[in-house]
């Protein structure tokens, strides 16, 4: 190996040209195999069954910083995700999964301020549906910008909440023409996005913002095959004391089972460990 140039241990892993090189300097012929990956094999296999169910819309909420995205999702909730977060601002993306009227509503909370802009590209990358929300009293803002710029190179039906309607300084109608100015016109005025008036405060329109939802996800149709091999996007990772490895896998679909091996691109291990946002082992 060192004659090569490559430094490397016996629990390394080597591409293919310098393996072919290590073999023909030993005086062995060497074969080139398939360059394609264990992750692309996998997607080669079908699976036994042709059943699809509707599935959960995965909604991304976007927005400006203290817009109150993760006070709106915290009321739809019931929950106090909003007192723990640090600082008041999302740190993490958080996947929750929701009931309304017997249909279930996958949500994403993305940060919203512009350090972790990346994270929120991500976040529109996997979603469905996206509920841009947008202060009443504060207007669009560059985060507001750059997320309908995220939204607009997903393709994915945006929907605009109007939030802190509740506060006497809410002005919609100016909201409204800055979404016009951005090219995210009202379907009352023609065009195609939805827009709801909400606050997350005291939980006025947020029935209605849940009724959209489940409405546009019916017209998108949303089927998969809800048996066989899982197949999903891992949303966050990282290693956690006394847990190890630990990641937020959304699963689009099939079944992840206790034991499975999950693939992702170079990476593998085994699930140990399966448990819901609540923390409950499933």
Same mark, same amino acid.
């Given at each position: 190996?060192?004659? /090569?140039?490559?430094?490397? $241990?016996?629990?390394?892993?080597?591409?293919?040209?310098? =393996?072919?090189?290590?073999?023909?300097?030993?005086?062995?012929?060497?074969?080139?195999?398939?360059?394609?990956?264990?992750?692309?094999?996998?997607?080669?296999?079908?699976?036994?069954?042709?059943?699809?169910?509707n599935?959960?819309?995965?909604? $991304?909420?976007?927005?400006?910083?203290?817009?109150?995205?993760? &006070?709106? /999702?915290d009321?739809?909730?019931? &929950?106090?995700? =909003?007192?723990?977060?640090?600082?008041?601002?999302?740190q993490?993306?958080? =996947?929750?999964?929701?009931?309304?009227? +017997?249909?279930?509503?996958?949500?994403?909370?993305?940060?919203?301020?512009?350090?972790?802009?990346?994270?929120r590209?991500?976040?529109?990358?996997?979603?469905?549906?996206?509920?841009?929300?947008?202060?009443?009293?504060?207007?669009?803002?560059?985060? $507001?910008?750059?997320? @309908?710029?995220? =939204?607009?190179?997903?393709?994915?039906?945006?929907?605009?909440?109007?939030?802190? @309607?509740?506060?006497?300084?809410?002005?919609?109608?100016?909201?409204?023409?800055?979404?016009?100015?951005?090219? @995210?016109?009202p379907?009352?005025?023609?065009?195609?996005?939805?827009?709801?008036?909400? &606050?997350a405060?005291?939980?006025?329109?947020?029935?209605?913002? /849940?009724?959209?939802? #489940?409405?546009?996800?019916?017209?998108?149709?949303?089927?998969?095959?809800?048996?066989?091999?899982?197949?999903?996007? #891992?949303?966050?990772?990282?290693?956690? +004391?006394?847990?190890?490895?630990? &990641?937020? @896998?959304?699963?689009?679909?099939?079944?992840?089972?206790?034991?499975? /091996?999950?693939?992702?691109?170079?990476?593998?291990?085994?699930?140990?460990i399966?448990?819901?946002?609540?923390?409950?082992?499933?």
């Amino acid at each position: 190996m060192m004659n /090569l140039g490559v430094i490397a $241990t016996a629990n390394d892993n080597l591409d293919q040209e310098t =393996a072919i090189l290590i073999v023909q300097e030993m005086g062995h012929k060497a074969v080139s195999m398939d360059e394609r990956t264990v992750e692309d094999t996998l997607f080669d296999v079908e699976d036994n069954t042709n059943e699809k169910v509707n599935r959960p819309p995965v909604v $991304t909420i976007m927005g400006h910083v203290d817009h109150g995205k993760t &006070s709106l /999702l915290d009321y739809i909730r019931k &929950s106090k995700v =909003a007192d723990k977060e640090a600082g008041g601002i999302t740190q993490h993306i958080g =996947a929750y999964t929701i009931e309304h009227q +017997s249909n279930f509503i996958t949500f994403l909370d993305t940060p919203g301020h512009a350090a972790f802009s990346n994270m929120r590209a991500r976040g529109a990358n996997v979603t469905d549906i996206i509920i841009l929300v947008v202060a009443a009293n504060d207007g669009v803002k560059p985060q $507001t910008v750059e997320s @309908i710029e995220h =939204a607009k190179a997903s393709n994915v039906p945006i929907i605009v909440a109007i939030n802190k @309607i509740d506060i006497p300084e809410s002005n919609i109608e100016k909201v409204r023409n800055e979404m016009i100015a951005n090219e @995210i016109v009202p379907d009352d005025l023609g065009g195609d996005c939805l827009f709801v008036n909400v &606050s997350a405060k005291t939980g006025d329109g947020i029935e209605t913002l /849940l009724e959209t939802i #489940v409405l546009q996800s019916e017209l998108l149709d949303l089927k998969v095959p809800n048996k066989g091999r899982a197949v999903g996007v #891992v949303i966050e990772s990282g290693v956690e +004391s006394g847990k190890g490895a630990v &990641s937020t @896998i959304l699963i689009t679909e099939g079944q992840l089972k206790k034991g499975d /091996l999950i693939i992702v691109g170079e990476e593998f291990g085994k699930a140990r460990i399966l448990m819901n946002e609540n923390n409950q082992k499933l």
